[in-house]
């Protein structure tokens, strides 16, 4: 029945509509619903053709100035190249800047997107638009990437879809949208969020899924106890309704709830200590144990991870930001997490993307920094069937625009789920009945693709 | 009804004479006409959909209007476009149209029709007649479905429909097998392309009739089997209208509830709380035959009742804290806070509905006051925020703050805005092309919108000089308190006033003319200089006659009391969506119109009434009855209460940070977003909207796997079951038995009493744990974890 949705155009089919639709509305649409979500049988495809499996997005919240860093330009004049050199990589014909040395060595296994531009030079917006792959309107509220990945492909039982280290701009964005709060991420909390102070004994120690790791002091065991007096007590309820979706879904939940808990999957992705030291020390601190435990998720079966630090927003002395706090960071944990995926054989069906809500202006301001700019900016795409040691476009001279093969968020949207066998003009049905396709204007771009 | 099966329906093969096309149930088409026949098929079939050939770029080359609003645009797209290549006259089997829906030659959205259906039978004669074109042909004068608004059919029984069509030249005819039918429950009856009505299962569902833009509704009903049962006393006119409704589909009403399950139910139905143990008892010890009445009258005088239904109206509004005019969130939370107290207040009040409704549309900063004035109390209120949360602006005679957003609203935003929030309609649809299934135009659509296009808020325009004077003033003595660098960052007087000229004012992209300000299917707004024409929609908002005002807000209140409206969802009034009991909407409507717009009379009448004292439990007519209101239906709780139904059951106070005063309730705190990050997650899994649609399916009650878990494992969660003067811990220093212990812990979470089973097995449980504490906690976890906990019954 779901491959035949696409060609059902309007609203108002009646699959559609209970099992995607008004998810919100009591009476009409419970069913469906639960039905959907609770059975993890029904919930999305598992498309033999994909390429990808997972993904793991690598943000760095605030607008990196990317032509410091994946498209640098010694040669531009002077008050737009900035302070740093370029160097090679491994990948013949590509550079870098200087301050990505271990970038370098990896860049045969990435592709750089050099002509990503949109036209949003404003935070939360622009996070909405690179993160859902949909332009934010006032009348919709699209889902993350990371949602739709929850929404469309089969997770196994017990193991959480969607993870997030970060909290994009306080929740505003990284949202389940109109999909409904069952899509939302399971977030990860601890000092992961790249804000530790670098102490090797504390690397990794304090995460916890929020929901899913039981706190301290709260055993599997007593959970067992536990539950079983509450079978006692919930039992009677069901003689109020035997014929109630709404106490049969809690019911699977409860279930489900308590395979999470009790798989050892998601909790020893999140024990680093099984890793070797000399790994560890090469992801590094700051967002490091982050990208290993994504790493870790990954290999338990999670389809989505968002991660990353901030704050990239460098309005004043970028050189010295990007020289201190930020890039040796995301140099060392993202080339450590790309080379950590090919060594296992995992970077074939995992992608990775790095990218911010936009670059930053060519132009150097009177502060040393650089401002706000949407209409150029370059992301890093690695894994998961996309070309190896490859820039895709490039921007003019001055790195004001793209001069070849202009991209979009939506266009990496369309062109991520594309690998992930999920077709990017898939129709949904809003709460409100309004037909809307997961990336209406995103263009799979097929030169990516290796 | 999906639309391969119609396809796969639609290929039965049919023999037609030469010249006449034999339709699906034994009619038949002389002559073919482009707008009755072929237009109503093209929508039927699927080709003029917007993610089709309707699409504003269309598909593969061919594009016609969407949803087929432009009959010469599409004729000319089909017999002429494309070299005419769409139609072969000479050869009407070889037209590109009939090879690409037949499937014949590839085509993206796969065979429509076979070659051997009465659809493509009526398409090439159509072909084979010249494939012409009458303007106006199908102009439909009246349309009409037999059976009328009920279709009632018999479990495992068939019925026919049968859709007449009257048209402008004075002909008509049939056309059931042209009109598109959906039905909004297939388990209850199944609906075939050509109206055969199948009956599957008793209850109750929507059926739409689709032609050509033009919409008509059914409810189907299928009634339970056995002998018709025995029903109680009505209590009020709203019971007459339920039992009405329910004696068609031969259900009878479950027993009335029990004591415990009333209180429990009306509890945190009016105020977000949980009845407590005392409560419980004296209201059981209470012998007098009116204690029901007594107990809903103070439950709706109740603080709480006023600050929930605050709440409720801060998402109809649209209270979303993030968008509030400036940058600084603390001051947004704060004002938030204010919005939620003007409208609380006026619950408390209990301020006509109408007047409620008025005072935030036709909202100015001035309120008609002198500048002085305005100024005075502005500084007055901004000093207030500086120091709390208590504001004098609750007595601020209309809600400016609806109006005072930091990014500009256009003006088809509000007009959505209102329409959801007031009427109860969505328009959105309607802003780039007809609505499909509703009366709205794309004219309407603009026309309602420029009401707002004297609205104006910004920095630098004040309603008069005297007014710019003075806060210029005041903003340049506020700017003179702070550095320079936190220029940003002040708090600086702004207005919300009508300007003279409309500025605002948009076209309508389709004319490319600017509509005269129009109220919805009403009267036209004049636009003077010095009069606000949100007055005028006001002015027709509230009569006693609107055909939405009252029936959408009493409907709000209907849904919240039973966990569904008679319209679902509560915002889509629309001509597709029919309410469920027409006469106890109207009924309910009347009360509240009757009453001056009284709400706590409506709610009283709703409270009192039979329907919703009736048991959760069942009986054998009604066991798939959800939305007739035969049983009082399981229903989760808004995010808000979930926190404070915790909360109660736990005896603890919930740690707001700054945000809130301690003490505060969840459903007094007025900012869709917190800080605090803890509450922020738990009003977040449980669908709390964060109010920047205009849509009430923003706040999503359906229960998810997080909420599980998070009554599971929740740290703050566990820690509360612990808190030093918690319930837990209270009920250990009494040194109570264990018995007393186990019955005060169910009466305080379940608002029952444990059963014999259920005592037995917690006494053993706290024999065999020896720490009291830690037993007591386990039995407490227990219980939070219950589904009878976490939902109404």
Known sequence: MSSLRRTDCEGFHRRNFLQLGSAGLLGLSLPGFLAAQASAKEKGTDNPKAKAKSVILVWLAGGPATIDMWDNKPDAPEGIRGEFKSISTSAPGIQFAETLPKMAKVADKVSVVRSLYHTIPSHAPATIFMTTGNKPTAALQYPALGSVAAKMLKTETGIPPYVSFIDLRGGLAGGAGYLGTGYNAFTVEGNANGRDKGDKADKGAAFRLRGITLPNGFSLADLDKRDQLLRTFDDGFRAIDQNNDLVDGLDTFHKQALEILRSEKTRRAFNLNEEKQS???????????????????????????????????????????????????????????????????????????????????????????????????????AGGGLKRGYVHGATDASGMAPATDPVTPDDVASTIFHQLGVNPQTELQTPTGRPIQLFREGRVVEKLIA | MNRTFCALVLCVAFTAPAGAVDLPGGGKVEKVDFERHIMGLMSKVGCNLGSCHGSFQGKNGFRVSLFGYDPEFDHKAIARDNLGRRVNVGAPDDSLFLLKGSGRMTHEGGMRFGKDSWVYATFREWIAQGATWTAGSGSIVEMTVNPKDFAVVKEGQEKQLTVRAKFADGTEEE??????????????????????????????????????????????????????????????????????????????????????????????????????????????????????????????????????????????????????????????????????????????????????????????????????????????????????????????????????????????????????????????????????????????????????????????????????????????????????????????????????????????????????????????????????????????????????????????????????????????????????????????????????????????????????????????????????????????????????????????????????????????????????????????????????????????????LPQTLFRMTDPILLQKMRAPNGRVQSLVKKKLADESMIEEMFLATLSRFPTEKEKTEAAKFLTENTNKTEALADVMWALINTREFILNH
């Open chain 1, 279 to 381: 790994l560890r020390d090469s992801y590094g601190t700051g967002i490091g144990p982050a990208a290993l435990a994504a790493r870790r998720l990954v290999e338990a079966g999670v389809r989505f991870v968002t991660l990353g630090f901030g704050s990239w927003d460098t309005h004043q002395k970028t050189f010295d930001a990007h020289k201190t706090r930020l890039v040796p960071n995301l140099d060392s944990a993202l080339s450590t997490l790309i080379a950590d995926l090919a060594d296992r054989g995992m970077l074939d069906d995992t992608i990775v993307m790095c990218a911010g809500e936009f670059g930053r202006t060519p132009k150097v301001n009177k502060n040393g920094g650089r401002d706000h700019w949407a209409r150029s900016m370059a992301c890093v795409l």
């Open chain 2, 175 to 704: 056309i059931t097998p042209f009109c598109d039918f959906k039905i909004t429950d297939d388990a209850i009856a199944a609906v075939s392309p050509t109206g055969l009505l199948t009956a599957r299962k008793p209850g109750d569902a929507g059926l739409a009739i689709l032609y050509r833009g033009t919409v008509r509704a059914v409810r189907v009903l299928v009634p339970a089997p056995g002998k018709p049962g025995v029903f109680p006393k009505p209590v009020n006119d709203l019971d007459r209208e339920v039992f009405a409704k329910l004696k068609l589909l031969n259900m009878t009403p479950s027993e009335l509830s029990s004591d415990l399950e009333f209180l429990r139910r009306v509890t945190i139905d009016t105020t977000a709380q949980l009845p407590t143990p005392d409560g419980i008892r004296a209201f059981l010890a209470d012998k007098s035959p009116n204690k029901r009445e007594k107990k809903i009258d103070e439950l709706l005088a109740h603080p709480l009742h006023a600050a929930l239904w605050a709440t409720k109206l801060s998402d109809i509004t649209g209270n979303n804290t993030d968008a509030l005019e400036t940058n600084q969130q603390p001051l947004k939370v704060k004002r938030s806070q204010m919005w939620h107290d003007w409208l609380r207040k006026r619950v408390a009040d209990n301020t006509p509905y109408d007047k409620l409704v008025r005072d935030i549309l036709t909202a100015t900063s001035a309120d008609g006051k002198k500048p002085e004035e305005w100024i005075a109390f502005t500084k007055k209120v901004d000093e207030q925020l500086t120091k709390g949360n208590k504001t004098d602006y609750p007595d601020k005679p209309s809600l400016d703050l609806f109006w005072r957003r930091q990014q500009q609203v256009p003006v088809e935003i509000w007009g959505e805005k209102v329409a959801a929030a007031f009427l109860g309609v969505r328009l959105e649809c309607a802003q780039c092309h007809k609505h499909p299934t509703d009366r709205w135009t794309q004219e309407e659509y603009w026309a309602f919108a420029n009401i707002f296009g004297q609205v104006t808020f910004n920095q630098t325009q004040f309603s008069s000089p005297e007014a710019k004077k003075l806060a210029t003033e005041e903003n340049d003595a506020r700017k003179a308190k702070v550095e320079q660098r936190n220029a940003n960052n002040i708090n600086l007087v702004r207005e919300v006033f009508v300007v003279d000229r409309p500025a605002r004012m948009k076209p309508n992209p389709a004319t490319n003319r600017v509509p005269t300000p129009r109220t919805l299917g009403g009267p036209e707004v004049t636009i003077k200089p010095g009069v606000d024409a949100r007055v005028q929609l006001a002015d027709w908002l509230t009569t006693k006659e609107n055909p939405f005002f009252a029936r959408s807000f009493a409907n709000r209140v209907w849904a919240h009391y039973f966990g569904i409206g008679l319209v679902n969802p509560v915002d889509d009034f629309s001509l597709a969506n029919p309410p469920t009991n027409p006469r106890l909407l109207d009924r309910l409507a009347k009360e509240f119109t009757d009453t001056g717009f009284d709400l706590r009379k409506l709610e009283k009448a709703i409270l009192m009434s039979r329907a919703y004292q009736t048991s959760a439990k069942p009986n054998a007519s009604n066991t798939f009855d959800r939305m007739n209101f035969a049983r009082s239906y399981v229903r989760p709780l808004m995010a808000e209460q979930v926190v404070d139904v915790l909360n109660a059951a736990l005896a603890v106070d919930e740690a707001f940070g700054t945000e809130a005063p301690s003490g505060y309730k969840m459903v007094e705190v007025g900012a869709s977003r917190l800080n605090n990050a803890n509450l922020s997650y738990i009003l977040r899994i449980f669908g709390r909207p964060p109010r920047t649609t205009a849509c009430d399916c923003e706040r999503s009650a359906e229960p998810a």
